[in-house]
């Protein structure tokens, strides 16, 4: 008895140790399921890697330089002139004469020209700023679209194979059923038929699926993984015309126009300025050829008499163009307003849709099983039951089409409201801050302490 239980316990220690092993080996070889991506994710990473954005960043920055250089105008203007002369002319001796100095210049007085230049450009940076929100918006609202189209091409394809599924059923049920006498040929040949039929549906969803992700790959910057449905649609207003309301305060199509006519405003200041004269204090020091040294100030002023109707031309020019972008605000704005009306009446289409596609869904399911069970007992035929299969999958992929249009509808209608942004949407990234670059050379910089604080910016922004 004491043999049979050591030997029991030898098995056991040894089994103990196998299990161990296979269990090793066993995890290892498991593949370890991906983490499914969230349409935060998405949107994290095609706010990332937009090229689009990118391009835009860039404009905007050099619209940043065209402030500094505006700003240029208000410091002192340093330059220095070496020259050197040499003459030999007939019958006289040659000579040499050469001198190097430095000139100071500035600019006293304009009337206001150059700092309303400044203001001019400042306004027209700020009027880019927007350009940038409205394309990060479209950036963020293509990546939601192509997000939610992955999932309901997938959702299609799902739905396909489960039709082909269910056909070949029905087709072995038919083939039976012909086999003793129940049905006839034309009923086999309507399910081969309806067979071929959703096979080449289902290819074609495939297809779809396929186009899906090369945009999602674009919008996205990468290849859909798995994608989970987003838990719940974005709240974007309780009415429409509060909605309509953010988006006259909040659209950056909006907030642009209103820069752009600031811009326009002072540009027909400036045209009226230049009439005015300029007042222009300038010193210069240096040595000539003999080592002595040289120095001298000077004190200029100059304005414009006559110039065949060029400044009164572009002062009605500034005026026009301020009369076309005070239109031009008027036109965004009604834009923006018939904007929120289109996505608010597509967010109220796609509900409804989604509403009356679930009812049908259900109903549609109950009339299928019921076709199927009657078949069996002969008071239905082969084409009844793949009618009722058919309209079965119609209303399913109409059920899914309508989810996926509320969503993307929810998301429209905060674009349209000018809410689709990094920071509404709070997806926990470091954002572009736009005004970094501007605070760092709206000031002209030529000393090397801010050089290294535009490398600090450059850095930041992930630049060499």
Do not use: C
Not at 180 to 208: C, I, M, N, P, Y
Request: a positive charge.
């Amino acid at each position: 008895m004491a043999g049979v239980l050591r030997g029991l316990l030898m098995f056991k220690a040894r089994y103990s140790k196998i299990a161990a092993v296979v269990f090793a080996v066993s995890a290892t070889l498991m593949p370890i399921s991906a983490v499914a991506e969230t349409l935060a994710d998405a949107l994290r990473s095609a706010y990332k890697t937009s090229g689009l954005l990118e391009q835009n960043r860039a404009v905007l920055r050099a619209a940043d330089e065209d402030v500094a250089t505006a700003v240029a105008a208000l410091y002192p203007v340093l330059s220095y002139i070496a020259s050197a002369n040499y003459s030999n002319a007939n019958g006289s001796p040659s000579s040499t004469t050469s001198s190097l100095g430095i000139n100071a210049e500035l600019t006293v007085y304009d009337g206001g020209r150059s700092r309303r230049a400044v203001d001019a450009q400042k306004e027209t940076v700020l009027a880019l700023r927007e350009s940038l929100v409205s394309v990060e918006q479209q950036v963020l609202l293509r990546a939601v679209s192509a997000y939610m189209s992955v999932i309901r091409s997938a959702e299609f394809v799902s739905l396909r194979q489960n039709n082909v599924r269910v056909i070949t059923q029905e087709l072995r049920a038919a083939r039976d059923r012909f086999d003793v006498g129940e049905v006839t040929r034309t009923d086999v040949a309507v399910a081969e038929a309806r067979l071929a039929s959703a096979r080449s549906g289902l290819a074609a969803a495939q297809g779809t699926l396929a186009q899906a992700r090369e945009e999602y790959n674009v919008a996205v910057g990468h290849y859909p993984g798995k994608l989970t449905r987003p838990p719940h649609r974005p709240s974007g207003a309780k009415s429409l015309a509060a909605a309509k309301s953010v988006a006259v305060r909040r659209h950056p199509d909006v907030l642009q126009a209103k820069h752009q006519v600031a811009a326009a405003d002072i540009n027909v200041d400036r045209a009226a300025l230049a009439v005015k004269p300029t007042l222009k204090f300038g010193v210069n020091a240096g040595i000539n050829i003999n080592g002595r040294p040289t120095h001298g100030a000077s004190l200029s002023l100059s304005g414009p008499i006559y110039q065949g109707g060029r400044l009164s031309a572009l002062h009605r020019q500034a005026v026009a163009r301020k009369d076309a972008a005070r239109a031009g605000l008027l036109t965004a704005t009604n834009a923006v307003k018939q904007g929120v009306g289109n996505a608010w009446a597509a967010l109220i289409v796609a509900r409804a849709s989604r509403e009356a596609g679930n009812r049908a869904v259900k109903a549609q399911r109950v009339a299928f099983r019921g076709t199927r069970e009657e078949a069996k007992l002969g008071s239905r035929t082969t084409l009844d039951v793949l009618n009722a299969e058919q309209q079965l999958l119609n209303d399913e992929a109409n059920l899914v089409s309508a989810v996926t249009d509320e969503y993307i509808a929810s998301y429209q209608l905060l674009a349209s409201m000018g809410l689709l942004t990094a920071k509404d949407l709070r997806l926990g990234l470091q954002t572009y801050d736009p005004a970094a670059y501007y605070n760092t050379v709206s000031r002209a910089p030529v000393s090397s302490k801010q050089g290294q604080a535009l490398d600090r910016v450059f850095k930041a922004m992930g630049k060499k």
